[in-house]
């Protein structure tokens, strides 16, 4: 069984005290946070660009974990990856070249990621697994905090735990992730989950990364 890694998802933070509740899970055990990246197009929901990403780069040394929701992905990979991201996530679904996209990440020395909404067949990555770093499964559709964990989704972590470590990528899980998701989504094989109300919205935030580390 793979160690537990969690990515908390800053779209559940007060981002009025944003460095403390950044400071809040780092001192829990967190080394990574995900950022979630809305454009009101490709997703029904927005949220902020690479200025805020450069900001928030100025508040941690956590690994920052970019995931964008966003259409035309291309024409703001170069300003996300100025802002100081670690790790670059597009969506499949929005690029027009994404052998392009990925090449244009790797060669700025940044880790590449795709993501794959629910409905998507997760096949249609086999082709890019040997170039990217990290696959990013979305177990909700994109766009909202707070959603039901879909099932189905499963499947596609075990797939592609199956290929992970002859390829040598990771697999992330974004969505409906919390106390009673989490393990089943670890049994298939997966290394980083991303929570976000599930982690946040807890009354105790360290208690709560605590109970999601360590297996019910």
């Known amino acids: 069984m793979k160690n537990r890694i969690i990515s908390p998802s800053l779209l559940s933070a007060d981002f009025s005290r944003l460095k403390s509740q950044i400071d809040l899970v780092v001192d829990a055990g967190a080394n990574r946070l995900h950022l ?26 956590a690994h920052l974990e970019t995931h964008l929701m966003i259409s035309n992905p291309h024409n703001y990979i ?24 990925i090449d244009l990440i ?17 096949n249609i990555l086999d082709k890019y697994l040997d170039f990217i770093d990290y696959v990013l499964v979305m177990s909700v559709n994109p766009g909202f905090g707070g959603q039901g964990f879909i099932e189905s989704t499963l499947k596609k972590m075990e797939y592609l735990a199956n290929l992970s470590e002859k390829k ?16 089943k989504v670890y049994d298939t094989g997966v290394d980083v989950t991303i929570v976000g109300s599930g982690l946040y919205k807890a009354d105790d935030v360290p208690a709560r990364f605590d109970k999601l580390m360590k297996k019910n």
């Not at 040598?168 to 393990?183: A, M, R």
């Open 36 to 61: 979630d990246v809305m454009d009101g197009h490709f997703v029904p929901n927005f949220t902020f660009g690479p200025f805020i990403v450069k900001a928030i780069r100025k508040l941690t040394n």
């Open 78 to 101: 170069q300003d996300f990856i100025d802002a100081g991201v670690d790790t670059l996530i597009f969506h499949i679904e929005a690029s027009t070249d994404v052998e392009r996209d």
């Open 106 to 122: 790797k060669k700025n020395n940044v880790l590449a990621g795709l993501a794959i909404n629910p409905d998507t067949e997760v």
């Open 168 to 183: 040598n990528f990771i697999i992330g899980v974004d969505g409906g992730v919390n106390l009673s998701t989490i393990d």
